[in-house]
């Protein structure tokens, strides 16, 4: 039977999060890439280079809307795509170098979130957090 209480604690959690790094956006998405815009490029980051339709299956998208938010990050110069050497209809998308730097820049404000956000555990609290969230990750 599903626990409840982790439900809720899990929720409250990746809320937490969520707003943390809301509050901090006017410090680190000088791109203005909201949320889904961010995840994009962290999960393209994770999976690069991939197919569109790879991503859009990663990230449960619609089809059309994944290109969009695609074009949009392509036209901020963070996205190259190519068209695929394999199959000339679909095309492959990676970081372009500004891309990456916008990547690095993300994960290190979720590192600074995490840190306020964990302060109250112990270093040895912290790696058993890390241990058990190694454990229970998705395959890429």
Do not use: W, Y
């Amino acid at each position: 039977m599903p626990d409840i209480e982790i439900a809720n604690l899990t929720d409250r959690f990746m809320r937490r999060i969520h707003l943390s790094l809301n509050a901090r956006s006017a410090d680190f998405d000088r791109h203005q890439l909201g949320p889904a815009g961010g995840v994009l490029l962290l999960t393209l980051a994770e999976m690069e280079p991939v197919r569109l339709h790879e991503l859009v299956a990663r990230m449960n998208r619609d089809k059309s809307q994944m290109t969009r938010a695609v074009k949009v990050l392509e036209s901020k110069g963070l996205i190259d795509r190519v068209p695929d050497q394999r199959d000339a209809r679909a095309s492959v998308l990676s970081l372009t170098s500004l891309g990456q730097k916008a990547v690095g820049e993300l994960q290190q404000a979720v590192a600074d979130t995490l840190a306020d956000i964990l302060a109250p555990l112990s270093q040895s609290e912290q790696e058993q957090l890390r241990a058990l969230l190694k454990k229970i990750q998705c395959p890429l």
